[in-house]
């Protein structure tokens, strides 16, 4: 039995639509029309204890609308949800004190509070039992270098200073399940680091799920063994990234200087990306040609100097991704397409 | 206690928090100071008038003046801010992650900002109007203390009551600005509801003959009509036991109510922005 199980989940909003200008505020006042968004579309996968799922998509593609969903927040339209066996929605407060949630854009911390001062209130909230709660806080504060900052009011913490606050105090009730929507959103690059380092150690060190949401690239490529693509409310792919990448993006890049001018290449298979006067950028297939073969046919026509290989991006990969889709802005164009 | 360890948190959180605000409580003290003077000075001119008509002492009158200003702010007639706040920046969605009882969760944390508020206006009131005036010779004008041992005795179950109740209706008014997103619309139709119902504008015996059974059944007159009546032993023996059943069954039934419209309004809450 998977951990979470999400059968063919839907949410549909009902969104009031007028028309634009004062004629369509007046037209609104006497008949208001309704128009549905369709949230999520007929979206299911699982996921056993201890794993590490990230979900990316394009925005208002419904990732956040899962995780609200998920953590009982919100109740889906259609569909069926289970978390650790209890359905979020029916049975929430058993439910929603097994799990942590963090919210990138939000704060679920005291504003005028010290931080410790969170940290106790919460505690109580919890019912944790104060030895065990000394022990998690001491715990988490070590983890999160939080020391300097628990008299501090929440106010006056630094985005990256809060967001660790924030993780503290999504964890403090020592949950079995993480869910974050956008946990490094405007982060700075070393907090962002040591977001991604404290959700790796929680994961592999604590055994803690963890389902994420981001657009931050770096963060797919740091954390997540498995990745799911949602747009315009509907599933994807899942799966590992690098069958993604094989998927839609499969061709390599070879960067190579020349001792002379760069020459004119001709072969199959491979494209000229950039040149520059002494040097190449190719992309090719490495199924068509391996890439010690296509090294060796250069080399041995041509004077090289210096060579490396890579992959694109996977800001490109998934790029290419969303463009194959059709996934820009998911939830304007279905808009624009109705009317 | 552990059952109610995270009501009492939430409660004490705010109470303390909102204790911060010195000058608020100066403030408002002063304003209360000031209508408390005007409406002693209209009640003035009418025992001067009409004495034999009125339906209390001009004595019981000031007091039920002074008692009024001092627990204003006991009176649920503005929505908790930090509700509108919640559900317009989404941070309502935190409040659904908490393993409580939805409804529980805000009446302490609205009790709190109730009673932070009215407690300090209250005793700064207790020693202006109740010692000081005195002191200085004006004592006819003075927030006397309970008619007896007994009206003292039934005045705390009836302030417990007022309070109560008056957070109940408090939560009315925060469900319906969770619902509607806004909290301008519950306060203009709420504050003169409160106000007039109450008995805080006028004691619920001013008002013509027809209109005081109703009056005196209704749920706003537990809030400040019963409770003061009880304290200047208007309301004695049966009659002031009868007035804390009726304050009783109103908070049990505002209550009940609050739970069904919270959990309606929650079915179909959507997360604002993003």
Redesign the interface.
């Known amino acids: 039995m998977p951990q979470i199980l999400v059968e063919a989940l839907a949410k549909t909003y009902r969104v009031a639509e007028r028309a634009p200008g004062l004629v369509g505020a007046v037209r609104g006042l006497l008949r208001r029309r309704w128009r549905e968004v369709h949230a999520l579309v007929d979206v299911s996968f699982s996921l056993e204890a201890g794993e590490l799922l990230a979900f990316i998509g394009p925005n208002g593609a419904g990732k956040s609308t899962t995780v609200k969903i998920l953590s009982g927040i919100l109740r889906p339209s259609s569909g069926r949800v289970e978390v650790g066996g209890l359905v979020p929605y029916e049975d929430r407060v058993r439910h929603v004190a097994r799990i942590g949630v963090v919210f990138g854009q939000r704060s679920q911390l005291w504003w005028d509070l010290p931080v410790l001062d969170g940290f106790d209130l919460l505690a109580d909230i919890y019912r944790v039992a104060p030895a065990r709660y000394r022990r998690r806080r001491d715990e988490l504060v070590a983890m999160l270098r939080l020391a300097p900052l628990l008299d501090q009011p929440v106010r006056q913490l630094s985005l990256g200073q809060r967001m660790r606050a924030e993780f503290a105090a999504a964890l403090l009730h020592d949950p079995s399940i993480l869910f974050l929507d956008e946990p490094t959103i405007g982060l700075d690059a070393p907090s962002k680091l040591a977001v991604r380092e404290f959700v790796r150690r929680l994961n592999r060190e604590q055994g803690v799920t963890v389902l994420l949401t981001t657009h931050d690239m770096h963060d797919v490529e740091a954390l997540a063994e498995r990745v799911i693509v949602i747009g315009q409310g509907r599933l994807l792919t899942d799966g590992p990234f690098e069958s993604l990448r094989a998927g839609v993006l499969a061709e390599r890049r070879l960067y190579i200087d020349f001792a002379g001018p760069a020459p004119e290449l001709e072969m199959r298979g491979v494209t000229v990306r950039s040149r520059t006067e002494c040097s190449l950028e190719l992309a090719f297939d490495p199924a068509q040609i391996p890439t010690p073969k296509l090294i060796a046919a250069i080399a041995t026509k041509h004077a090289v100097e210096d060579v490396h290989v890579d992959e694109p991006a996977i800001e490109e990969v998934i790029t290419r991704f969303y463009d194959l889709h059709d996934l820009h802005e998911a939830r304007e164009t279905r808009a624009a397409r109705k009317a | 206690m ?1 059952w109610a ?2 009501y ?3 409660f004490r ?1 705010r109470f303390q ?1 909102m204790l ?1 605000y010195r000058v608020a409580a100066l403030a408002g003290f002063a304003t209360q100071c000031w209508w408390g003077a005007i409406r002693i000075m209209v009640f003035a001119a009418f025992y001067g008038a009409h004495a034999a008509a009125a339906p209390i002492s001009l004595a019981d009158a000031v007091t039920y003046v002074w008692l009024g200003q001092a627990l204003l702010a006991l009176l649920p007639w503005v929505a908790d801010p930090e509700i509108g706040q919640a559900v317009r ?3 309502v ?2 409040d ?6 939805a409804y529980g969760y805000w009446y302490a944390r609205s009790l709190g900002w109730m009673l932070a508020r009215a407690l300090p206006r209250a005793a700064l009131m207790m020693v202006g109007a109740g010692i000081v005036l005195p002191l200085v010779g004006l004592g006819a004008w003075a927030w006397r203390p309970p008619s007896g041992v007994a009206a003292a005795l039934l005045f705390v179950p009836a302030f417990a009551l007022m309070t109560a109740l008056g957070a109940a209706v408090l939560m009315l008014a925060n469900i319906i600005v969770a619902a509607n997103l806004n909290e301008r619309g519950v306060n203009a139709v709420l504050t003169p509801l409160v106000i007039v119902f109450s008995g805080s504008l006028l004691p619920l015996d001013f008002f013509p003959d027809g209109l005081r059974p109703f009056l005196h059944l209704q749920p706003f007159a537990g809030l400040v009509d019963i409770p003061f009546r009880i304290y200047f032993a208007d309301l004695r023996a049966g009659a002031a036991l009868e007035g804390l059943a009726l304050q009783a069954g109103w908070t049990l039934v505002l209550v009940g109510f609050g739970r069904l419209a919270m959990e309606r309004m929650m ?1 179909r ?3 604002q ?2």
């Open positions: 552990q360890r995270p009492i948190a939430a959180a928090l911060q920046t989404g941070g969605g935190y659904r992650l908490r393993p409580l009882d079915r809450l959507e997360m922005g993003g």
